[in-house]
């Protein structure tokens, strides 16, 4: 896929993730990036004539179908916002933070993705990635209820993939393993740095990756559940 002239939006532009893509994109050469964050005048990446904030969030259908008819020409949709409470399944505020979890992670997304499934369609098809994470694949119990969303998530872009394909847009489901933000701050852990997290995002995008492992850690994971899927599980129970 060719980035050059895309014209990109990445919900959660505020977050490290979100702001370390609008930077590629707009690096890499895409015409504009719809910067699309929850709260009104949220700082972006950068003030640049290539990037237009826009105010969305994906719990609020109303500001999910302004932002569409706002950004008619968008050809690549970065399903970015997410959030994640570090809560085990079983907690005192579970059932609160599993379902805000769902809510932002899952339910959110694919509002988000529904809305502008159409517009991508429009425009040539183009493409749609979802900022997943390596534990879409297998629970940590630390936090087991954004596992669980994620885990959701994933799903879903599975059947949006092959719902999506006949209008020719290319569906990515980003999955790396920790990065370095403020949800994972508190983790000792090698972490990759937003910039390379971006990075290895547009190289997904350029080289049409369905499911996409960037870094050590997700790639590591991903190979150990192809060969055992229960040795995985077994050494992510001991993470309690």
Partial sequence: MD???????????GGSIGQAATRAFVDAGAAKVYAATRVD?????LAAEHVVPVH??????????AAAARCPDVTVLVNNAGVNHNAPVMGA????????EIEVNYLGTLAVSRAFAPILGAN??????????????????????????????YSVTQALRAQLRSQGTFVC?????????????????PKLSP???????LAALRDEVEDAYPGDMAS???GGLAADHKAVEAQFAEFI
């Avoid at 505020?93 to 805000?100: I, K, Q």
């Avoid at 489901?173 to 852990?189: C, E, K, N, S």
């Avoid at 910039?195 to 995002?201: I, M, R």
Wanted: aromatic share 4%.
């Fill in 3 to 13: 980035i050059n002239g895309a014209v990109v939006l990445i919900t959660g532009a």
């Fill in 41 to 45: 005048g949220a700082e972006v990446a």
């Fill in 56 to 65: 969305l969030d994906v719990t609020e259908p109303a500001t999910i179908a």
């Fill in 93 to 100: 505020s579970d059932d609160e933070w599993a379902r805000h």
């Fill in 124 to 153: 040539g098809g183009g493409a749609m990635v979802n900022v997943l994470s390596i534990l879409s694949r297998i629970n940590h119990p630390g936090m087991a209820t954004y596992c669980a969303s994620k885990a959701a998530l």
């Fill in 173 to 189: 489901a980003f999955m790396p393993g920790a990065v370095d933000t403020r949800l994972t701050a508190h983790l000792p852990i």
């Fill in 195 to 201: 910039a390379e997290a971006a990075v290895a995002l």
């Fill in 220 to 222: 590591g994971v991903a």
